[in-house]
C-alpha cells in the first residue's frame, strides 16, 4: 500500500516541531525565552508582535506540561513586572513611572550599604530612610558618595552615618553616544552621586556585607607584600570582582582587544573556581555527593563576595542545577540549567533584561551551548580522533576559535546595538591571553590558600609571570587602530532579524522553514541596504558636526560620499577628548575610518586627543600647517612619534590646497605659504588652518582660533568667503570675528565652541554683541551640546543636541 504524500501544510507543521522540539524538552529554558519576550513586550510595545507571536506560535507545539511550566511562569513574570518595576528599572527613554528628586538633600543620615574601593578614593553607598533627613514625603533613597582622601580608618557597611555631601551636576549627554549619567543612577537606583564635605560615623548593625568587604580586605593584604599593585589589582579583580586596582590603561586594552569579559566575573571564572574546588575537595577523599554540596554552598557564597552581577549567579547557579540533579540522580541538561539561572535572575530584578552585561553573558552561553550541539568537528575521520598532532592542534586552536565564533555570532546583534564595535582580534586573544589568565588565577588562587610564606611567594610570583605576560599580549592585540571595528549603527528591528538568523541557521540544512526565514530575512536586508543606498545616491547630503569637548575644538565634516574629515581633537587637560568624547562619537555615528586629521594649530585644546585617536582609529592622513614645524611640547611629540609609528603621512598644508570630491571640496584659505617660519609663527593662533566647505551651493568657514589679524590677511586675499555656516574663532574670543571678517562671510548661523564656566569667560561679551548687532543668530556647544549641519540642494538644516 503506497503510503499517502504529505500535504503542504502537513509539511508546513512538521517543520515547525521539528524547529521547537529541541526547547520543547527543555521546560525551563522555553519558560525563561517566554518570560524575555513578555517582558521585552511590556518594555517596549512596537516589538510585541514580532516578539509574542514567534513564542505563541512555538508554545502551540509543546507538550502540555511545558506549556503549563510557561504558563505559570509568564504569570509570576507579570506579577513581579508589576511589583518590582520602578523607573529606576525602566530601560532607556522609558518615562513612566517615579522620578528621581530634582534636589536631593546635601546633608543626611542614614546607614552604609556598601564600600567600593575605586582609582579615586573610596565609593559608599549610603541608604537615606524615613528616620533620617530624606526626601519628598520621607521617602527612602540611596546614594554613593566618594571619600577621596586617604583616612587610616574608614567606616564599614552596616555602620551609620551622617554627613554632608557636594553633588556633582547631572547634565545630559551633549555628544551622541556619550555616557549618560541620569539612565546610570536610574539603572543603580541612586538619587545622587558626589563626594564628601564632612562626616561623622559610628558603628552600627552587622551585615553580610560587612564580611565580605572585610575578606575582600584580606584577600588583598595576601598580594600586597610579594605583587606589585598594579598585578595586585588585576588579580583582585579576577578573583573578586573588585576592579579598582586595575590601571586605567591596562582596562583600556582589554576593552579594546575584545577581552574585557576576562576583568569581570563571571562564567569563565566560576567554572575554573568550580573545578579546582571540585578536585580539592576530591583530594581530601570526600564522597562525591557531600564534595558537591560543598561547592555548591561555597560558590552560593562567593556570589554576593563578588558583589553579585547577574553573570556571576547565571554562573553559578549552572553549575549547582547539574550537581543537584546528579544528587537525586536526575542528570540536567546544559540549556536548561541556563534556563533556570534566567527565571531565577529575571524574576528577581526584570530590569536586568536590559543589562548589557546580562545580554552579552547569557546570548554567550547559549551560542556556546548551540554550537557544541552542532559541533563539525564530531564527525572528523577516525584517524584524526586518534593523532596525536591534530588533537593538540584541535585543544589549543581550532577548539577555542570555534567556541569564540559561537560567542561572537551570539552576541554580535547585542555589541552592535550597545557599542557598534567588534574585534576582530578577540578570537585570538582567546587562544593566547585566557589560558594566561587562568594560569595566573589558579597560581593566585594556591598563593591564596598556602599556609607557608615560602609557598606563597613562589605561588605569588607564578601568578605575576602569568599576568604580566597576558598584559602583554593583551597590550600588543590592542595596539592595531583596527582592534575595535565600528559596525553599524543597525536599528533594533535589523538587529532582532539578524539574531532570528543565526538561530535558524544551524537548522537550515534540514529544515524548509529555516531556509525560509533565512531567505526572506537576507531579502529584507538586501532591500533596506538598497533603500539606504539610493536615498544616498539620490538625495545627497554632507555635514558638520561641531562635538561638544568643552573648552577646545572638534568638528566632524562628513562628504556626500560618506567620508570624514575631523578637524582638530579638543584638549585632554581634565579629560582626553579623543579616548573619552570622540572615538565613542564616531563610532555611534558608525565612522569606519577618518580620510584626515586636521590640527589647525598645534595648541593642546586643538590637538590633546589626537595621539590617543591616532592610537585607537584608523586615519588616513594627518594635515597640519608649518608652524608644527617649531612647535615644542611633550603633548605635540607624542603626536607627530604616534602618527610616524603608525605610518601615518603628516601633511603640511596651506591657501591653496584643495581637497575634492564629486560635489564637494574642502580648500585651505589660510595661511599662506610662510617665508620666516621663525618669525611668522610666533602667534600661532594667528597662522591657524582656516578652510571652507562647499557642496551643493552651500559651504562653511572653519577658523581653528584665528585671530584679528588673519582675517585680515584672508580679506586682503581677495578670497570668496561668503558663507552659510562660520565656526566662530578662537571659541569666542575678543581677539578674534572682526565686524569686517563677519560682514564678508554673512553667515545664517555662527557656532561657538567653548566649555562650561570656562576660566576665559568665552565666549566674550564684544563677540556676541557684534553678532547680536549684525543680525546674525549664534548657538554655544555650552548651552546646546553638539551642533550638526546638514546641507542639501534646497535646504540648510540645524540640530542641536541639547534641545
Not at 583600556?252 to 571540585?278: E, K, T, W
Not at 590677511?713 to 578674534?736: C, E, N, Q
Request: charged residues 20%.
Amino acid at each position: 500500500m503506497m503510503r499517502r504524500k504529505p500535504s503542504r501544510k502537513e509539511m508546513f507543521l512538521q517543520n515547525i516541531r521539528d524547529l521547537t522540539s529541541p526547547i520543547a524538552g527543555k521546560p525551563a529554558l522555553a519558560a525563561s525565552l517566554a518570560v524575555i519576550a513578555v517582558y521585552a513586550s511590556l518594555d517596549a510595545p512596537p516589538y510585541a508582535p514580532f516578539l509574542l507571536l514567534p513564542v505563541a506560535l512555538a508554545v502551540h507545539f509543546f507538550p502540555r506540561s511545558v506549556q503549563w511550566c510557561i504558563l505559570g511562569a509568564l504569570v509570576t513574570a507579570c506579577a513581579c513586572h508589576t511589583l518590582l518595576r520602578n523607573t529606576h528599572d525602566a530601560p532607556s527613554g522609558d518615562s513612566s513611572g517615579q522620578t528621581l528628586p530634582d534636589e536631593t538633600p546635601a546633608k543626611a543620615c542614614g546607614h552604609i550599604e556598601a564600600v567600593l574601593p575605586r582609582g579615586n578614593g573610596t565609593a559608599f553607598i549610603v541608604t537615606i530612610g524615613k528616620n533620617g533627613i530624606a526626601g519628598k514625603e520621607g521617602a527612602p533613597y540611596r546614594v554613593r558618595i566618594t571619600e577621596k582622601r586617604e583616612l587610616p580608618v574608614l567606616p564599614e557597611p552596616g555602620d551609620s552615618i551622617c554627613y554632608e555631601a557636594k553633588w556633582y551636576p547631572v547634565n545630559d549627554p551633549t555628544v551622541p553616544g556619550a555616557f549618560n549619567t541620569r539612565e546610570w543612577l536610574r539603572s543603580q537606583g541612586f538619587a545622587a552621586y558626589g563626594k564628601f564635605v564632612c562626616w561623622n560615623a559610628w558603628k552600627g548593625e552587622w551585615i553580610p556585607e560587612r564580611s565580605f568587604y572585610v575578606f575582600r580586605k584580606w584577600i588583598k593584604g595576601r598580594f600586597e607584600e610579594y605583587l606589585e599593585p598594579a598585578e595586585t589589582g588585576l588579580l583582585l579583580g579576577l578573583l573578586a570582582g573588585d576592579r579598582s586596582g586595575i590601571p586605567e590603561a591596562l582596562r583600556n586594552d582589554f576593552q579594546r582587544s575584545g577581552l574585557v569579559h576576562v576583568l569581570a566575573i563571571s562564567g569563565f571564572h566560576v567554572v575554573l573556581l568550580a573545578g579546582m574546588l571540585m578536585v580539592f575537595l576530591k583530594a581530601t577523599r570526600l564522597p562525591h555527593k557531600a564534595a558537591s554540596i560543598i561547592a555548591i554552598i561555597l560558590l552560593a557564597i562567593y556570589v554576593p563576595v563578588t558583589g553579585g552581577s547577574p553573570a556571576v549567579q547565571r554562573a553559578v547557579l549552572m553549575f549547582a542545577v547539574p550537581q543537584v540533579g546528579l544528587l537525586f540522580e536526575r542528570p540536567a541538561n546544559t540549556l536548561n540549567s541556563l534556563g533556570v539561572a534566567l527565571l531565577f535572575i529575571l524574576l528577581h530584578s526584570p530590569s536586568e533584561i536590559w543589562n548589557p552585561g546580562f545580554q552579552l553573558s547569557a546570548a554567550a552561553t547559549a551560542g556556546i551551548l548551540v554550537g557544541n550541539s552542532h559541533n563539525p568537528l564530531r564527525n572528523l575521520p577516525e584517524f584524526l580522533k586518534r593523532s596525536k598532532v591534530w588533537n593538540f592542534i584541535e585543544s589549543f586552536a581550532i577548539s577555542p576559535t570555534y567556541v569564540t565564533l559561537c560567542a561572537t555570532l551570539a552576541t554580535s546583534p547585542f555589541l552592535i546595538h550597545h557599542f557598534k564595535t567588534l574585534s576582530p582580534f578577540a578570537w585570538l586573544g582567546n587562544i593566547v591571553v585566557v589560558p594566561a589568565i587562568s594560569w595566573g588565577m589558579q597560581a593566585g588562587l594556591f598563593a591564596l590558600l598556602s599556609p607557608i610564606d615560602f609557598m606563597r611567594e613562589t605561588f605569588c610570583s607564578a601568578a605575576s609571570f602569568f599576568l604580566r605576560l597576558a598584559s602583554l599580549l593583551t597590550r600588543t592585540l590592542s595596539d592595531s587602530s583596527q582592534a575595535s571595528v565600528t559596525v553599524g549603527p543597525f536599528s533594533p528591528a535589523i538587529l532582532l532579524l539578524l539574531g532570528g538568523v543565526f538561530i535558524a541557521l544551524p537548522a537550515c540544512r534540514k529544515n524548509a522553514v529555516a531556509r525560509f526565514f533565512c531567505v526572506v530575512s537576507l531579502c529584507a536586508f538586501s532591500a533596506i541596504f538598497c533603500f539606504q543606498g539610493y536615498e544616498r545616491l539620490f538625495h545627497p547630503t554632507w555635514s558638520m558636526t561641531v562635538i561638544d569637548v568643552g573648552q577646545g575644538d572638534s568638528i566632524l565634516l562628513r562628504t556626500p560620499g560618506n567620508r570624514y574629515i575631523l578637524v582638530d581633537a579638543g584638549d585632554k587637560s581634565r579629560t582626553d577628548s579623543g579616548k573619552d568624547i570622540i572615538v565613542p562619537f564616531l563610532h555611534h555615528i558608525g565612522v569606519q575610518r577618518l580620510d584626515a586629521l586636521v590640527i589647525t594649530h598645534p595648541h593642546l585644546d586643538h590637538f590633546g586627543g589626537a595621539a590617543s585617536l591616532l592610537r585607537m582609529f584608523p586615519v588616513n592622513e594627518v594635515w597640519t600647517n608649518e608652524c608644527s614645524r617649531t612647535a615644542d611640547g611633550v603633548e605635540w611629540r607624542d603626536v607627530i612619534e604616534e602618527a610616524v609609528e603608525r605610518k601615518v603621512p603628516v601633511r603640511e598644508i596651506r591657501r591653496g590646497f584643495i581637497w575634492r570630491e564629486n560635489f564637494f571640496e574642502v580648500r585651505a584659505i589660510h595661511p599662506k605659504k610662510l617665508t620666516d617660519v621663525s618669525k611668522e609663527c610666533r602667534d600661532l593662533n594667528e597662522a591657524s588652518i582656516t578652510l571652507q566647505a562647499s557642496g551643493f551651493g552651500h559651504s562653511a568657514i572653519l577658523t581653528g582660533d584665528l585671530t584679528v589679524p588673519g582675517e585680515k590677511t584672508i580679506l586682503g586675499s581677495l578670497a570668496y568667503i561668503r558663507s552659510d555656516v562660520l565656526k566662530v574663532g578662537h571659541h569666542g574670543s575678543k581677539t578674534s570675528s572682526s565686524e569686517d571678517f563677519l560682514k564678508a562671510v554673512g553667515p545664517q548661523v555662527a557656532i561657538i565652541s567653548s566649555g562650561r564656566r570656562n576660566k576665559f569667560r568665552h565666549p566674550h561679551k564684544q563677540v556676541t554683541e557684534r553678532l547680536d548687532a549684525l543680525e546674525i543668530p549664534y548657538l554655544n556647544t555650552a548651552k546646546s551640546g553638539t551642533v550638526t549641519v546638514t546641507f542639501s540642494e534646497d535646504s540648510v538644516n540645524v540640530e542641536t543636541m541639547i534641545k
